[in-house]
């Protein structure tokens, strides 16, 4: 069964609730254990335990990061969500980026995750 606009809605807000906590185990509890996840930095992540190290990577190298939503559209287990980041980068100097994430949904947990975002904003802030 499809998941509803409001759960949709609110898988989203917790993605961002458990990234912005740096609470890797409540954000991977949102996956499927098969799910995928396809970064910029790594290419495609699967299976919760490599999503799990990414996001504890990202963590590491970006530990002040916080992410804001700035627009959700889902319809059904499909979600397209519009995220703003920013924190300091390595090297030290601030930086701010906008990306988008399609999620798809299956039987209420994340069963994939394609992130959107300019290659060179990222290599600009990673270094």
Same mark, same amino acid.
């Given at each position: 069964?499809?998941?509803? &606009?409001?759960?949709?809605?609110? /898988?989203?807000? #917790? /993605?961002? @609730?458990? =990234? ?6 409540? !954000?991977? @509890? !949102? ?14 992540? *699967? ?5 799990? $190290? ?5 963590? #590491? &190298? ?6 804001? /939503? ?9 979600? +397209?969500?519009?995220?703003?980041? $920013? ?13 988008? *994430? +399609? ?6 947990? /994340?069963?994939? +995750?394609? +992130? =959107? ?5 990222? *290599? #600009?802030?990673?270094?």
């Amino acid at each position: 069964m499809a998941a509803s &606009r409001r759960f949709a809605r609110d /898988i989203v807000s #917790r /993605i961002v @609730e458990a =990234y912005n906590a740096k609470d890797a185990e409540a !954000l991977i @509890e !949102l996956y499927q254990p098969d799910a995928r996840y396809w970064s910029a930095l790594d290419d495609w992540q *699967e299976g919760r335990a490599t999503i799990r $190290s990414h996001i504890e990577d990202l963590h #590491r &190298r970006l530990p002040d990061e916080q992410m804001s /939503i700035d627009a959700v559209m889902t319809d059904g287990d499909a979600v +397209v969500a519009e995220f703003t980041s $920013s924190g300091t980068a390595p090297s030290g100097g601030r930086y701010q980026i906008s990306f988008t *994430e +399609v999620i798809e949904l299956r039987d209420g947990k /994340i069963a994939s +995750v394609m +992130v =959107y975002l300019d290659p060179e904003e990222v *290599e #600009r802030i990673m270094g």
